[in-house]
């Protein structure tokens, strides 16, 4: 079946080094590709989103990159801080059987970082 | 401040007892979902709606119900929980179900025992 998936489900990296946090996806229809960060008790928070017909896209530290040959996108954060530690999903936005848009979510990675 | 809001936060109760899980969201959005969370399983989509009175299933619709009355609320119906249904809840809500604007309550634990 088609899925949205990760790699590794932990990430530990020191403070200070950059992240990179992969996910490997299925669905060729999806034409958009979005990173979340969900802290403790929190819900998904938007952090950074590519377009199918892109390769990469930078944010404010944060860089998406989309690999679509071998259906790869990973988020990669520059110089990780404490605030960084959280999970992250990738998700795939596209159009569904009924005609609307559906979000599908991957497994999510848990990123710790240390001190 | 723009948000969707989800009651109750923690919910325990038993086997069989109706309960309801109410989201609302003050941004006029047409499009309202949820979705369950369960370890190693990512958010899955329950069931959403494109405007009022428009509902349809996502991924794991079995044993939950929901309506759509009003624009701003999108309660969640378990009719019957059962132990498999405890997990963390998350309502959402956009514009199109697009993915700009995407925003997510902030849950509700449901435990059923």
């Known amino acids: 079946g088609e899925s949205v998936g990760l790699h590794l489900p932990t990430l530990s990296v020191q403070e200070g080094d950059n992240s990179i946090i992969n996910c490997a996806y299925s669905?060729?229809?999806?034409?958009?590709f979005i990173w979340y960060k969900q802290e403790s008790g929190k819900g998904p928070q938007f952090i950074i989103d590519?377009?199918?017909?892109?390769d990469k896209r930078q944010g404010q530290r944060v860089t998406v990159l989309l690999n679509k040959t071998v259906k790869h996108l990973s988020l990669q954060i520059a110089a990780t801080q404490p605030g960084d530690s959280a999970v992250y999903f990738c998700?795939?936005?596209?159009?569904?059987?009924?005609?609307?848009?559906?979000?599908?979510f991957g497994s999510g990675t848990q990123l710790t970082v240390l001190p | 401040e723009a948000q969707v809001t989800q009651n109750p936060r923690y919910l325990i109760t038993v086997t069989g007892k109706k309960l309801t899980v109410t989201c609302s969201q003050n941004?006029?959005?047409?499009?309202m979902s949820w979705y369950r969370q369960d370890p190693g399983l990512g958010l899955r989509q329950i069931y959403y709606?494109?405007?009022?009175?428009?509902?349809d299933k996502g991924d794991v619709p079995e044993g939950y119900k929901v309506s759509r009355k009003e624009k701003r609320n999108f309660p969640l119906i378990l009719e019957s929980p059962s132990p498999n249904q405890t997990s963390l809840y998350f309502c959402?809500?956009?514009?199109?179900?697009?993915?700009?604007?995407?925003?997510f309550g902030s849950g509700t634990r449901l435990t059923v025992v």
């Open positions: 590519i377009r199918s017909n892109m």
């Open positions: 998700a795939e936005n596209r159009v569904g059987a009924g005609s609307a848009r559906q979000l599908t």
């Open positions: 941004m006029n959005h047409e499009y």
């Open positions: 709606s494109m405007n009022v009175e428009v509902t």
């Open positions: 959402a809500s956009s514009t199109d179900g697009g993915p700009y604007g995407y925003t």
């Open positions: 669905n060729s229809a999806s034409d958009y």
